[in-house]
């Protein structure tokens, strides 16, 4: 069992900074990519940043420049820099990790979503 646990979301002003963490406990012989995806209200989810097991990084166009993917901790902990705060990236942010739980079986696991508010 893999659980994903994320922190950091709140309420902040626009131009203002947050940073979200996502830690990875459990049966875990590896984890390959990290994903932060965000849904606002009445759309569907989108993929925000990823970040491959050897540090690559991708990031959707409308944050190019503002938001920074990382993994830390043994890479079992991912974070999201989130910068340039605009009220468009209101919306609840969720953590996605493909974990290998054991030889030959890798899984998909999401977390429970956290709220980011940008909003004056």
């Known amino acids: 069992q893999v659980q994903l646990v994320e922190t950091g979301g709140g309420l902040v002003q626009p131009g203002g900074s947050l940073r979200l963490s996502c830690e990875a406990s459990?049966?875990?012989?590896?984890?390959?990519?990290m994903r932060w995806y965000r849904q606002a209200p009445g759309k569907q989810r989108e993929l925000v940043a990823t970040i491959s097991g050897d540090g690559d990084t991708n990031y959707v166009d409308s944050v190019k420049g503002r938001f920074t993917i990382f993994r830390d901790n043994g890479e079992s902990t991912v974070h999201l820099q989130m910068n340039a705060l605009k009220p468009e990236d209101t919306a609840v942010y969720y953590c996605n990790a493909d974990v290998l739980v054991r030889v030959g079986a890798r899984q998909t696991y999401w977390g429970q979503g956290t709220q980011v508010t940008v909003s004056s």
């Open positions: 459990g049966t875990i012989f590896n984890i390959y990519y």
